[in-house]
Structures are given as C-alpha cells and as structure tokens.
C-alpha cells in the first residue's frame, strides 16, 4: 500500500493535492488546535507529515510512530521540533528557508516604521474620534532615514533588513551574530558587526531576527533593555521568547524605551494583557511570512521536502530530488 501522509493544518488545496500523486494523504480541513496525544495519534502509523509551528515534535508524538521517516516544517522556525529526538529515530526534518526572506523582512521593516512612526498608536486614535484640529506636537515619533540600524540575528532575513535599511534609507547598519559574516556580505548589507552591548547602546531601531532556543530564551532582558536608548524602539520578528515581555512592558510603561513592534510572542496566541493596554507597543498576530506567493511557495517547499524526503521526485515517477531546506542536526541558533 502506499505510504500514508498527515498534513496538520490546511494549507492551499491545490499544493496539498500534489501529496495525493504518491501517498495516502491525511489532510485537515480547518484549522485545529491539536494537543500533543492527538498529534502522537495522527503520526502514528504515518510515513511523513507537514507539520506548523503550532505542533511541537518531540520523543513523546513520535514514539509510537515506528512507520514515521520525515517531517516537512511549514516555516523557517523550527524550534517546534526537537531535532535530536528526530535525528535520533532517523527521521528527517525539513524547514522553509529562502521564500520567505524577503517577505518577512519587508514585515520587519513595516513593523520598525510603525514603532518609529507611531503608525497604529495614531489610527486608534483616529478611530476613537479623538482628532478635533491638526496640531503642531501630535504624536512626534523618531526618524527611520539616516538613524542607526541594529540587527540581532543575521541570517538571511537580518541581512535583507540590513540591506533595506541601508540601501533605502540611509541607515546605519551594525549587527550582532555569533560569527562575523564574510566580507562580501557585510559590504552589500553595509553592516559592521559590534558585540552585544555595542549593539543595544548604539541603535536606534533594534530588530531581533534570532532563531529561539534555550540559550536565546530572553536574550532582551531587563539588563539589556537598561542599555538601550530611551528613544530607542525595538522589534520582534522572530519568536517571542526571546523577549521577557515583563521586563519589555515596565519599560515601555516607564518611558526607559520609546516603542516596540511585535509580531510574536512567547505565549501566543496569548498576549501579555500588559502589552495589550499600551499605546507605544504595535502588535500583529504572527503574520511575518503572511503574503499569498510567500505562503504559496513555503507551501510548495514543503511538499517537495516531504516528497523528496520519502523518496520521490516532484510528480509520479519523476526521480526523486534534493531536499531544499534540510535541518542540520544541531541547534543553529546564531
Ligand atoms: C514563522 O515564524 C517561520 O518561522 O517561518
Ligand atoms: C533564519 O535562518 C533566516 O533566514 O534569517
């Protein structure tokens, strides 16, 4: 018989129908909150899944599922999968890398813009009818153009940020990663890297664009937040655990930072009630990657990485191919 497929959540019909070319396939229609027992249940007895960041993978969902060979990760994230677990059982992960760089900085710096600009502190303000005549010190925010550009993270993304805001708009770039990036690169991006304390004194925009891991888990504490310029705004594309949202919320009600734009958080869907009743604090719902080609082409990736991983090429009787976006087994975080 032929292998059989789970596809966690619903993606495009069109690219999920491709799987039904080779495999048995479980799809779901809506979307669903499953728990860690129903998500065991649905890869047992399962060849290979595509799996979000909402399903966390790790020995307890796999244990039972002795069929189980590959796990193709809707999203360049994979701090949802327990990788060495994986790797361990012989598994192969797969991730999104590349389609969604370009996207997702475009977010970044949408984001960066809002916090800066006060974009969306102004618009409930309008909403709330409280714009009775136009005023000379309505809502002052900071400059984007010519002010220095902080990255910590840089990866693909961080550099297609860094490149924005240099290119765009006359930024200074300086960014903190664990290893110096090649010449060539740090040139097109015009970045320099400085160590962490450099990188939080010295922004004016600082953007997170870490992969999350025990080791990054709240790498912008209280101490790092008391670095960081009081006109300084800050923002979170990545995953929200690399922010104590505590710590960011005092600050942010204080005044000791000016803004924040988040797009994740370390409990979401869950948001912080603190964060919810600030003004100086954009907030969107997990939405970095979230343009039709972008998610249409993660979709695809992922598929393909599925298909190529249980041994196949990209229709029926194609030879199978490279796996584009492979997990290495250890952490990445940079
Ligand atoms: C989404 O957050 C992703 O990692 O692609
Ligand atoms: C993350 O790995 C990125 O693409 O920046």
């Not at 009818?129 to 309505?138: C, I, L």
């Not at 080791?215 to 690399?242: E, F, Y």
């Amino acid at each position: 018989s032929r292998p059989r497929v789970w596809v966690s959540q619903p993606l495009f019909d069109d690219i999920v129908a491709r799987l039904g070319e080779h495999f048995e396939v479980g799809a779901t229609a809506q979307v669903t909150v499953w728990s860690p027992a129903q998500v065991a249940a649905k890869l047992r007895g399962c060849d290979g899944a595509v799996v979000t960041l909402n399903e966390r993978i790790g020995t307890a969902e796999i244990v039972q599922a002795s069929s189980l060979r590959a796990i193709a990760n809707v999203g360049v994230g994979y701090d949802n999968l327990d990788v060495e677990a994986l790797r361990a059982r012989g598994i192969v992960a797969s991730n999104t890398p590349d389609v969604l760089t370009e996207t997702t900085a475009d977010m970044g710096f949408a984001l960066l813009m809002a916090a800066a600009r006060r974009i969306t502190e102004g618009e409930r303000w309008l909403r709330d009818g409280r714009w009775t005549q136009w005023s000379f010190d309505t809502l002052l925010g900071s400059d984007v153009h010519g002010s220095t550009l902080g990255i910590l993270g840089m990866g693909r993304i961080g550099q297609a940020i860094a490149r924005r805001g240099a290119h765009g708009f006359g930024m200074r770039v300086l960014y903190h990663n664990r290893s110096r990036l090649p010449e060539r690169i740090e040139r097109n991006s015009r970045a320099a890297r400085v160590d962490f304390d450099t990188l939080l004194r010295e922004s004016d925009h600082l953007v997170l664009v870490l992969p999350y891991s025990p080791a990054t888990r709240h790498v912008i504490d209280s101490t790092a937040l008391a670095k960081m310029k009081p006109t300084a705004t800050l923002t979170n594309i990545a995953r929200g655990g690399l922010i104590d949202e505590a710590a960011l919320a005092d600050a942010l009600a204080s005044g000791r930072l000016a803004s924040a734009a988040l797009d994740v958080f370390e409990g979401e869907p869950a948001v912080d009630p603190r964060l919810l009743a600030l003004d100086n604090v954009v907030l969107t719902p997990h939405v970095g990657s979230a343009s039709l080609a972008t998610r249409r082409a993660m979709a695809e990736l992922a598929v393909d990485n599925l298909v190529a991983a249980l041994g196949h090429g990209p229709r029926a009787g194609d030879p199978p191919t490279p796996i584009a976006g492979t997990i290495p087994g250890k952490d990445t975080a940079k």
